[in-house]
């Protein structure tokens, strides 16, 4: 059996990464979304249109998503800050 797996070390505030620097993206998920045919390609498309446009229907990190869905200035301002 494979797993893939997306994660972020040391794990980025995020409201799609969960604390333990795990990637919140549905075509990772075995259960969900993948499938075979999905490529490293759109494995990391993925990826990076999650981190620019977070998902709040399917929050991973509480503190970052509170701070996403209340007051986006200062998360993008937190965001950047730290990387």
């Not at 505030?13 to 795990?22: D, E, K, L, R």
Request: net charge negative.
């Amino acid at each position: 059996m494979l797993t893939v797996l997306g994660k972020f070390t040391p794990p980025l505030f995020h409201p799609n990464v969960f604390p333990s620097g795990t990637v919140c993206l549905s075509i990772l998920d075995e259960e969900k979304s993948w499938k075979p045919a999905i490529t490293i390609k759109q494995i990391l498309l993925g990826i990076q249109d999650l981190l620019n446009d977070p998902n709040p229907g399917d929050p991973a990190q509480a503190d970052a998503f509170h701070l996403f869905k209340q007051d986006r200035a200062a998360y993008e301002y937190v965001y950047i800050l730290r990387y």
